[in-house]
């Protein structure tokens, strides 16, 4: 139940300024860092729920193809 999610954690990754950057109509790839989540406070050992987005306002976007990949090509710094 997505309202049993608190609306603030300490491990929130806030990414506003990525998305409103991304060409309105068009896909973009973004890549974050495990890291940054642990940075940000997540217990890496009790994450529940891997993928969540959640505004305070109005949220248009497609979400497709969420995965765990190796690499660091077009990795963003961490957000916050």
């Known amino acids: 139940d997505l309202h049993s999610f608190p609306t603030r954690r300490s491990s929130d990754l806030h ?3 990525e998305l409103s950057a991304a060409p309105s109509g068009e ?7 495990l890291s940054c989540f642990e ?3 997540a217990d ?11 505004t305070e306002g109005e949220l248009a976007v497609a979400v497709a193809g969420i995965r ?13």
């Open 15 to 17: 990414i506003a300024r």
């Open 27 to 33: 896909w973009r790839h973004l890549k974050i860092r």
């Open 39 to 41: 940075k940000a406070g």
């Open 44 to 54: 890496m050992q009790r994450v529940t729920a891997p993928f969540l987005v959640a």
């Open 68 to 80: 765990l990949e190796s690499g660091t090509d077009g990795v963003l710094s961490c957000p916050n």
